[in-house]
Nanobody
């Protein structure tokens, strides 16, 4: 599975931005998809995840209520809509994929994801 993330850019605080991640391969529809981010000088952190069917989602507390993860299996794509962006949302955002059902603690750990996109930079300015 190959993943290609795009949509990053520069946005003012309080603004909105949408990221997308296109996946290749027929197994995309069977995979849990996640978004992670890594800010300069910080460790990678979990942002959101979505089940293979799209019926279940989970979010980090820091983005809950502001970000929305969704997917379109017909397009082999997963999306992250970001609203109310804050300075602390500045980071490189990565999409990732793994097999298996969604499970607490598993979804938020990057080590459980076998496939990663190349990352797209989101910069929030004041």
């Amino acid at each position: 599975v190959q993943l290609q993330a795009c949509g990053g850019g520069l946005v003012q605080a309080g603004g909105s931005l949408g990221l997308s991640c296109a996946g290749s391969g027929r197994t995309f529809n069977n995979m849990v998809m996640g978004w992670f981010r890594q800010a300069p000088g910080k460790e990678r952190e979990f942002v959101a995840a979505i089940s293979s069917s799209g019926s279940r989602t989970t979010y980090a507390d820091s983005v809950k209520g502001r970000f929305t993860i969704s997917r379109d299996n017909a397009m082999n794509s997963v999306y992250l809509q970001m609203f109310g962006l804050r300075l602390e949302d500045t980071a490189v955002y990565y999409c990732a994929a793994r097999f298996g059902p969604m499970a607490t603690d598993w979804d938020s750990s990057g080590s459980n994801y076998a496939y990663w996109g190349q990352g797209t930079l989101v910069t929030v300015s004041s």
